[in-house]
C-alpha cells in the first residue's frame, strides 16, 4: 500500500530527498506515485507537518 500526501503540504521539498525510489514529484502539493511507491514510510517519517500518510 503506497503513501499518499494531504492538502496539509507545505512543498518544502524535506520528502523528495528521503524516498529512495523516486517516487514523489513536485508541484504545489506534492505527489506520490503508487506504482513506484515500495511503503517504507521514509518521507513519513521526515515530514515537517506530518502531511504523509499510509493510503
Known amino acids: 500500500m503506497a503513501y499518499v500526501i494531504s492538502d496539509d503540504c507545505t512543498a518544502c ?6 524516498c529512495p ?7 504545489d502539493i506534492y505527489k506520490i506515485d503508487p506504482d513506484v511507491c ?3 514510510g521514509s518521507c513519513a517519517d521526515v515530514c515537517p507537518v506530518e ?3 499510509p493510503a
Not at 13 to 18: A, F, K, S, V
Request: contains cysteine; glycine residues 10%; negative net charge.
Open 21 to 27: 525510489v523516486d517516487a514523489i514529484s513536485e508541484g
Open 51 to 53: 502531511a504523509i500518510h
Open 38 to 40: 515500495t511503503d517504507c
Open 13 to 18: 521539498g524535506t520528502c523528495i530527498d528521503e
